[in-house]
């Protein structure tokens, strides 16, 4: 079974989906737990980043890097 090729976002999209997910980010994921917020917001990354062999390494450093991250929370 082939695998499917990277699928990025359109060009012309990326400013409203930057938009959107700096709104999530500013408000309803800071009302859910954050391992779920920091998945849907690395998904988002993902999706938008046009380049297939980096996007995944740069969204889960985005993420584990940010002072609201699960991990940097204190148990």
């Given amino acids: 079974m082939p695998l499917p090729d990277h699928v990025s976002a359109r060009h012309e999209d990326l400013p409203s989906l930057v938009t959107g997910m700096i709104a999530f980010d500013r408000k309803p994921a800071q009302n859910m737990d954050a391992v779920i917020a920091a998945a849907i917001l690395a998904f988002g990354f993902v999706y938008i980043h046009p380049f297939e062999e980096t996007a995944a390494c740069t969204a889960i450093s985005s993420i ?3 002072p609201n991250a699960a ?3 204190p148990a």
């Fill in 64 to 66: 584990m890097s940010s």
């Fill in 71 to 73: 991990i940097n929370q």
